[in-house]
């Protein structure tokens, strides 16, 4: 392998990816960065620094899978969320900017209640994202996080542990992970709601199957959860549920099946209906 310098490598890798990728110059310069250490800024002011030849290798192989389509956060090890930067791997879903509704609407609820020892849970965790974001933003709560995927948990539990952040995880499939005396002021979830059917799965390979889709028709997953949490929540307790761009009349019709009431749905930053949640009155 002839030696290449950063320049060389960068434009090599812009022309393999700009047929896969829309984000081509962004990805190959993450990658970069994420190899060699550098800064942004640096890719410029360093441009003709000869990489070694652990450094083109590794740099080798990311590219290779970044051209076979799998998704960046996956080859850095990290996505941003919310104001936390999370560890991911491929036993976990890849945290979504749309998710931020659900945390955003579940902060505003939380904080209507009073400062005191909320106790939160968050049905599916995944990395952990919405959880750490919840104990993150509101440090007095008591913040329980279930999933029934072991391997999501240990990515979920390493998140916890290096961002300083208490969170009670527990496994198993949604509510039947928790004691069953176990009460909750506040219950999330972003359950897998896409169709087994759904054309969108295709681009989705790379992603756990069992957090993108029930295996069904995208609903089960959230009917489940609509009718367990009314076991685990307080009076007055709420429950919010992301869901897809075309599910928020079916979440709302169920939701006010189950009894709950002041069902509503709000949209996501794409404006597409993202979240549906109502309150529990016991």
Not at 13 to 35: G, K
Not at 164 to 180: E, I
Request: with cysteine; proline share 4%; hydrophobic share 50%.
């Amino acid at each position: 392998m002839n030696a290449e310098t950063l320049n060389t490598w960068r434009a090599r890798a812009l022309a393999i990816l700009r047929a896969v990728s829309n984000s081509a110059a962004a990805d190959a310069d993450y990658l970069l960065m994420h190899v060699t250490g550098v800064t942004r800024a640096q890719l410029l002011t360093r441009a003709d620094h000869a990489l070694s030849a652990a450094q083109q290798q590794l740099l080798e192989s990311l590219l290779a899978r970044r051209a076979r389509g799998e998704p960046l956060a996956y080859l850095l090890q990290n996505q941003p969320f919310w104001s936390l930067d999370l560890q991911v791997t491929p036993d976990v879903l890849i945290p979504r900017a749309d998710t931020e509704t659900l945390v955003e609407w579940a902060l505003e609820l939380a904080r209507a209640r009073g400062q005191g020892a909320l106790a939160l849970a968050d049905l599916g965790t995944g990395s952990g994202a919405i959880a750490l974001a919840l104990a993150h933003e509101l440090p007095q709560a008591q913040v329980t996080a279930t999933d029934i995927s072991i391997a999501a948990l240990d990515v979920a539990r390493a998140n916890a542990a290096r961002l300083k952040l208490d969170v009670h995880f527990a496994q198993g499939a949604w509510c039947a992970a928790l004691p069953a005396r176990a009460r909750f002021d506040l219950m999330v979830s972003n359950p897998p709601y896409i169709a087994r059917d759904d054309a969108h799965l295709a681009a989705l390979q790379f992603e756990p199957q069992l957090a993108l889709t029930d295996g069904a028709d995208g609903l089960s997953a959230l009917t489940q959860i609509i009718h367990q949490a009314r076991a685990h929540l307080v009076p007055g307790g709420w429950l919010l549920l992301e869901h897809g761009f075309d599910q928020a009349e079916a979440v709302r019709a169920r939701l006010q099946q189950a009894g709950y009431a002041q069902v509503s749905t709000r949209a996501d930053y794409g404006g597409n209906p993202r979240v549906s949640a109502g309150v529990f009155d016991g």
